[in-house]
């Protein structure tokens, strides 16, 4: 199947078409192939406009969530970027087409694997997937321009704003198990300015300080 005619219509329809305005997005969103972060057997729906299971209970997020939590860094390139909830290695990619470099973090040793070789097989090589508890960020790479956050919390972890720079943004979903609200924060004089994005639906980042199921 090819899937270049699909990914230019999900970049028009979905992305263009609604509210996401960020060139360096939606460029990365055209070149990205979305269907190599999916399973075989959902392959063919890997442009839809929704998430798809990954195995493990996980998922790829819906296009537009991944190309609004982007915009959301405001990104001009040459960051250096924090993910937590590497899942696919999908949103990694994109975040990876535009950033300098990026470090990913994953609970679950398949998803990490797994991710890992897709990543260096599409030569995503300014990409670091680690395994680990998000809750304790990275701090080989840090401090961090921007913390994307892909799995729902409870609240900000500690240990993200104080790996983030001055400046810098997180963006993540906080709220329930089963509802969330997405949010941008901004780093001003060491403290976090607010600003709420959407309604959202992720599934729960796992550990000692989050949902331990
Ligand atoms: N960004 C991913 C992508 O592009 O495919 C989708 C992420 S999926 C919605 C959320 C991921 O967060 C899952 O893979 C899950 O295992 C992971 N996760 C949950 N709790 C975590 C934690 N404490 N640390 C790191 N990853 C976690």
């Known amino acids: 199947m090819n899937y270049s005619e699909p990914r230019k219509s999900m970049v028009d329809n979905q992305l263009r078409g609604r509210d996401i305005k960020d060139e360096l997005v939606l460029k990365a969103m055209?070149?990205?192939?979305?269907?190599?972060?999916?399973?075989?057997?959902?392959?063919?729906r890997a442009y839809g406009d929704f998430p798809v299971p990954i195995g493990l209970g996980q998922t790829i997020s819906q296009p537009y969530v991944v190309a609004a939590m982007t915009e959301a860094l405001t990104l001009k390139g040459g960051e250096k970027i924090l993910e937590i909830g590497t899942g696919s290695g999908y949103q990694a990619a994109v975040l990876a087409e535009i950033a300098k470099k990026v470090y990913t973090i994953e609970r679950i040793k398949e998803l990490t694997e797994k991710s890992r070789e897709t990543l260096k097989k599409l030569n995503y090589n300014n990409v670091k997937v680690v395994e680990g508890d998000g809750h304790e960020g990275y701090k080989e790479g840090f401090p961090y321009d921007g913390i994307l956050v892909t799995a729902a919390c409870q609240k900000i972890p500690e240990q993200l704003n104080e790996q983030l720079n001055e400046g810098g943004r997180i963006v993540i979903p906080i709220g329930d198990r089963s509802f969330q609200e997405l949010f941008v924060f901004t780093k001003n004089k060491g403290k976090l300015e607010e600003k709420f994005l959407f309604d959202c639906r992720f599934v729960p980042m796992i550990g000692a300080s989050g949902w331990n199921y």
């Open 30 to 44: 055209e070149k990205v192939p979305r269907h190599e972060f999916v399973p075989e057997e959902h392959k063919e």
